[in-house]
């Protein structure tokens, strides 16, 4: 969140049963480099970048800033994840004034089929519903990624609406806020 309001951020890092869910750190700067690279990543969000253009442009400690947890396991970064502002120029909101907390997240191909997105977006969101009770969380993610549609469904998100953005059909989800759970 590029304001996380009365939050102080960086909060501590949370762990659960497999992960460590932390602000970003200069040893991570490989693995964000891998994963904007990656085809296998970039084949929902519009493809990889060049991994020269990152090699020059991502900085000595990438994704430092309010709303982006690193998500380790056993010491190394497999993904992020992202809470984010909706930009109240896109279409897709459930709040009349817009600015909806958007959960984004991307990890790693080899990270993928073990639960550790599930996991690590429940994490996210249980430390949210504290500290920002009320409010709800969106998620967008186009309707042609299905690994995305059934996480959103176990993560509680329901269907709003479906519209055409960057070329493509994007369903829009919201989660109503919910009392962080007692994992």
């Known amino acids: 969140m590029t304001d996380p309001g009365p939050v102080a951020w960086p909060p501590a890092p949370t762990r659960t049963e497999r992960l460590v869910l932390r602000e970003s750190e200069a040893r991570d700067r490989a693995a964000f480099i891998e994963l904007f690279a990656s085809p296998e990543v970039g084949t ?45 120029e896109r279409p897709g909101h459930v709040r009349p004034d817009a600015g909806e907390a958007e959960l984004g997240y991307l990890f790693l191909p080899e990270a993928w089929g073990y639960g550790y997105a599930a996991e690590a977006c429940a994490a996210v969101l249980d430390w949210f519903a504290g ?19 059934r996480l959103a469904e176990k993560l509680g998100f329901t269907e709003v609406e479906r519209f055409e953005e960057y070329g493509a059909e994007q369903w829009f989800g919201v989660r109503p806020s919910v009392p962080p759970s007692d994992r």
């Open 131 to 149: 500290a920002h009770p009320g409010e709800p969380v969106v998620l967008c993610t186009r309707t042609a990624n299905d690994r995305a549609l």
């Open 44 to 88: 929902y969000i519009g493809g990889p970048r060049p991994r020269d253009e990152l090699e020059r442009g991502v900085p000595e400690v990438p994704g430092r800033r309010p709303g982006l947890f690193v998500i380790e396991l056993d010491g190394a970064m497999i993904g992020m994840i992202t809470l984010d502002r909706r930009d109240a």
